[in-house]
């Protein structure tokens, strides 16, 4: 049997962790939990993203 690509309750965990996120693009608190969030995952994934800080008011973010 293989594994499946998909662990549907992991999926609606971060995807509810996601949307009870405020993070309107003048939330920069909101805005960086999310960017936190994906930057975490993608790097546990495959080590592909990195974060940059543009402007010092700005949260970092995410290139890939």
Not at 3 to 12: E, H, K, Q, S, W
Not at 21 to 27: E, L, P, T
Request: aromatic letters at 10%; charged letters at 25%.
């Amino acid at each position: 049997m293989t594994t499946p690509l998909l662990n549907l309750d992991r999926f609606l965990e971060d995807l509810a962790y996601l949307v009870n996120i405020d993070s309107g693009s003048k939330d920069f608190e909101g805005v960086g939990k999310v960017a936190d969030f994906f930057k975490r995952n993608l790097q546990n994934l495959a080590g592909i993203a990195s974060s940059a800080r543009w402007i010092r008011t700005l949260r970092p973010a995410l290139s890939f």
